[in-house]
């Protein structure tokens, strides 16, 4: 490829520890016709393609050995003997940033059913794109999501509709009634292409004052507004994982989180697993509450 401006070390220092984990490009637009040409896509980030390969490399090697460390635990192995998946199941995850995110809590469950699951072909397809409302991830849902025939769909949706931006700090992006219209419609639309249940991941709250003194940042997300979409979701069908958003503390611990506060650390990524593997193991299928529609 023609010259490009190489990344400095402090820029790359950057890309590894914050962004490159969340800026998975091929999935944002992949009908570029040279999306699937990796040297390009490396340029992009400052890279050569060997660097771009090194730097998501170490990501999927943390998830690997996040899963082998889950499965040092006894209890962890117990919920995975216990999952309702089958062998050759395709499961989908509907996300945004924190599903996107290569070191992943997806990307974790694909590493500890791959490594335990003896003779298992599971088809993994992670569909979350960062920042994605769930109005963004309806208009991508039939291509990333319906358009795979999955057995099972597990959407980890909501916390960016709760996104209050600097300049319009008195609403969410996302009105809580279109939050719960556009979840209902995701829901009704699973169930077209399996008869398995939805799985919910609830949002997880925000350590309060991080995202403020993130220089890439000028919106807010407060937890008032996360719990009301936490209430929508425990109000679904099917298995809905940590309903009151507990699994990063409570309150939550920064320990679980990156500098913004906001998407997970690791450590939190492995507390969402330890949710999912137990909720999938252990709970019954959830009937659908009577909650009305806000208003």
Same mark, same amino acid.
Do not use: M
């Given at each position: 490829m023609s010259d490009f401006k190489k990344a400095t070390e402090a820029e790359k220092e950057a890309l590894e520890k914050y962004l490159l984990q969340f800026l998975n490009i091929e999935k944002r637009f992949p009908l570029l016709p040279g999306i699937s040409n990796q040297e390009a896509i490396a340029n992009v980030f400052g890279l050569d393609s060997d660097e771009l390969q090194k730097m998501r490399g170490r990501f999927a090697q943390n998830a690997k050995e996040a899963a082998l460390e889950l499965l040092r635990d006894d209890e962890v192995v117990e919920w995975v003997d216990n999952l309702p998946f089958k062998p050759n199941d395709t499961i989908v995850a509907f996300g945004d940033s924190s599903t996107d995110d290569l070191q992943s809590w997806f990307e974790i469950l694909k590493e500890v059913l791959n490594i335990y699951v003896d003779a298992a072909d599971f088809t993994f397809i992670n569909a979350g794109v960062s920042n994605n409302t769930t109005t963004e991830a309806m208009r991508r849902m039939h291509a990333d999501v319906l358009s795979h025939n999955p057995d099972w769909? /597990?959407?980890? =949706?909501?916390?960016?509709?709760?996104? *209050? =931006?600097?300049?319009?700090?008195? *609403?969410? =992006? /996302?009105? =809580?009634?279109?939050t719960w219209e556009n979840l209902t419609t995701i829901e009704d639309a699973i169930k077209t292409v399996t008869d398995n249940p939805p799985v919910w991941l609830s949002p997880t709250p925000v350590i309060p004052g991080l995202l403020d003194e993130m220089e890439l940042f000028d919106f807010d997300i407060q937890d008032k507004d996360l719990a009301q979409i936490r209430q929508i979701i425990a109000g679904k069908t099917g298995y809905i994982v940590d309903p009151l958003g507990k699994r990063m503390g409570n309150p939550p611990e920064a320990w679980y989180y990156l500098s913004d506060g906001l998407n997970p650390s690791l450590s939190g990524q492995v507390n969402t697993v330890r949710a999912l593997l137990y909720t999938l193991a252990t709970s019954e299928e959830k009937e659908a509450a009577e909650i009305e529609e806000p208003s």
């Open positions: 769909v /597990i959407t980890s =949706l909501g916390s960016f509709d709760a996104t *209050r =931006l600097g300049y319009a700090p008195k *609403r969410t =992006l /996302i009105p =809580l009634s279109e």
